[in-house]
Structure formats: C-alpha cells, structure tokens
C-alpha cells in the first residue's frame, strides 16, 4: 500500500526525462509526440519537449550555410509526469525509448534530469549564441576588398554589419559615386 501512494505523488511531480530515438530523427519524433500531447489531451502530465540544438556555420559552394544540428544527437528532453503509459503510447509512435538503468519500464528507473542540469544545458545554448555574435570577423568602419561577386577586387567601408545573417553592408565608390552594397561575410576580406 505504501508504494501505490509513493506512486500517485510522483506522477504528480514534473521530471525531466531523457528519450533516445533515431540519430537524425529528433524533430520528426518532437513533432510526432507534440501531436500524441495535443490528440490524447496530456497537457497536464507532458510539459515541454525539448531538443538541445547548436547553430553550425559552414561554407557550401561559396555560399554561408547556417543549420541547427542538435547538441546531445538521437536525444530529446522531456518535462514529464513519470507514467509508465504515457511512455509507452510515445514508444509506440516512434522510434522512441525512455532511457532507463533497469531492464524494463516497469523497475521505474528512468533516467531523469534535475533542473540544475536543464539549466546548465540552456546556460551552454546562450553562451554559444552570445560567442557567435562576439565572433563577428568585421567592424564598422573597417576598410574591406571584396573578393567575390561583380564588385570583385573594389574595396569599400564597414558600413553596418549584420551577424545574425552573416552580412555585412559595404560602402564602394563606383563611377565616381559611393554605392552601399550588401555582401556575404566570405565575399570580402580586411585590408591591411
């Protein structure tokens, strides 16, 4: 009897619980879930369903190519009454498991994440976000030679830059006239 009472305050607590899907499935399987959330009215026992994600940066074809990949591959993050049904309505969705230490549901030894660790894994998002925007390569008024487009081989002046887009806004003095023109961060390079 005393462990039917231990079980009804712990459903009624939120946990953080770890799911392992599919390496490049996670938003396919976030969406999926949301839908089961939405359809089967668990609001009150499924919080927030979360993918830690990094922005990556990289150059295709001269062109800047900016992705979200996720920080923690195949995992995803779910604010959760502990309910052995639940889980087992969104393992038999998808290609979904609970991680758990024992050999089954049932031994209720999920793994779980305390606050401490969410937030230190929000606190490792933001501080990659605010080092990217410090890792802006040009500042205004900083003299540049574009090296690719039609404007090849001109050089021209910072005029604003736009990290979030990786652009940046040059001021080149064409036929005579200064003409403001918006170019990629890998179209141009520092004059020295």
Same mark, same amino acid.
Request: aromatic fraction near 8%.
């Given at each position: 009897?005393?462990?039917?009472?231990?079980?009804?305050?712990?459903?009624?607590?939120?946990?953080?619980?770890? /799911?392992?899907?599919? $390496?490049?499935?996670?938003?396919?399987?976030?969406?999926?879930?949301?839908?089961? =959330?939405?359809?089967?009215?668990?609001?009150?026992?499924?919080?927030?369903?979360?993918?830690?994600?990094?922005?990556?940066?990289?150059?295709?074809?001269?062109?800047?190519?900016?992705?979200?990949? @996720?920080?923690?591959?195949?995992?995803? #993050?779910?604010?959760?009454? @502990?309910? *052995?049904?639940?889980?087992?309505?969104?393992?038999?969705?998808?290609?979904?498991?609970? #991680?758990?230490?024992? $050999? $089954?549901?049932?031994?209720?030894?999920?793994?779980?994440?305390?606050?401490?660790?969410?937030? $230190?894994? #929000?606190?490792?998002?933001?501080?990659?976000?605010?080092?990217?925007? *410090?890792?802006?390569?040009?500042?205004?008024?900083?003299? =540049?030679?574009?090296?690719?487009?039609? /404007?090849?081989?001109?050089?021209?002046?910072?005029?604003?830059?736009?990290?979030?887009?990786?652009?940046?806004?040059?001021?080149?003095?064409?036929?005579?006239?200064?003409?403001?023109?918006?170019?990629?961060?890998?179209?141009?390079?520092?004059?020295?």
């Amino acid at each position: 009897m005393n462990t039917e009472k231990k079980d009804n305050t712990e459903k009624k607590e939120k946990k953080w619980i770890v /799911f392992w899907t599919l $390496s490049g499935k996670e938003k396919k399987v976030k969406k999926i879930m949301e839908t089961i =959330v939405k359809e089967k009215k668990l609001e009150d026992k499924v919080g927030r369903i979360f993918i830690p994600t990094e922005t990556v940066v990289s150059i295709v074809k001269k062109q800047r190519v900016v992705k979200e990949k @996720p920080l923690f591959r195949g995992y995803i #993050l779910v604010e959760m009454v @502990p309910d *052995a049904e639940i889980m087992e309505i969104f393992r038999s969705y998808g290609a979904l498991r609970p #991680l758990i230490k024992g $050999s $089954s549901l049932e031994e209720k030894e999920i793994i779980t994440l305390s606050e401490n660790e969410i937030s $230190s894994i #929000l606190e490792r998002i933001e501080k990659e976000k605010e080092k990217k925007r *410090a890792e802006t390569p040009f500042i205004e008024g900083e003299a =540049v030679r574009i090296i690719d487009g039609p /404007f090849s081989e001109f050089t021209g002046i910072v005029e604003e830059v736009y990290p979030d887009r990786g652009k940046l806004k040059v001021r080149v003095t064409i036929f005579g006239r200064t003409t403001p023109v918006v170019l990629d961060f890998t179209q141009v390079q520092r004059v020295y």
